[in-house]
């Protein structure tokens, strides 16, 4: 069975780490908000939803197709908007141009 085209063409950290990121920020976030008022650590809650938002930001333009340069997150969001992160870790090529990437050996 082949790899899947984000394997193969060396970007699946790329996608994986910030989303990994996003989902502990937003945990992390959702514990602020449900401090009691007066918490110092309610404060804090601003704070981490940048970081989320520097996370997200960071995850639509980290990964992009070797063959036409083009970002794929974005493209894949927009074809799939809530299963977009399955369909793009299974895809077997480019979302944007349809390259099929480097081939196995």
Do not use: I, K, N
């Not at 699946?12 to 502990?24: C, E, K, N, Q, S």
């Amino acid at each position: 069975m082949a790899r899947p085209w984000l394997a193969r063409t060396g970007q699946r950290g790329r996608l994986v780490t910030p989303a990994l990121l996003l989902l502990a920020t937003l945990a992390a976030f959702a514990r602020m908000l449900s401090a009691e008022p007066g918490d110092p650590r309610r404060g804090a809650a601003v704070a981490f939803l940048l970081f989320a938002g520097l996370t997200a930001l960071g995850l639509a333009l980290s990964v992009r197709c070797p063959a036409c340069r083009r970002l794929v997150v974005p493209r894949a969001v927009r074809a799939a908007p809530v299963t977009w992160p399955v369909a793009l870790l299974g895809a077997d090529r480019c979302p944007a141009c349809g390259d099929p990437g480097p081939r196995d050996a």
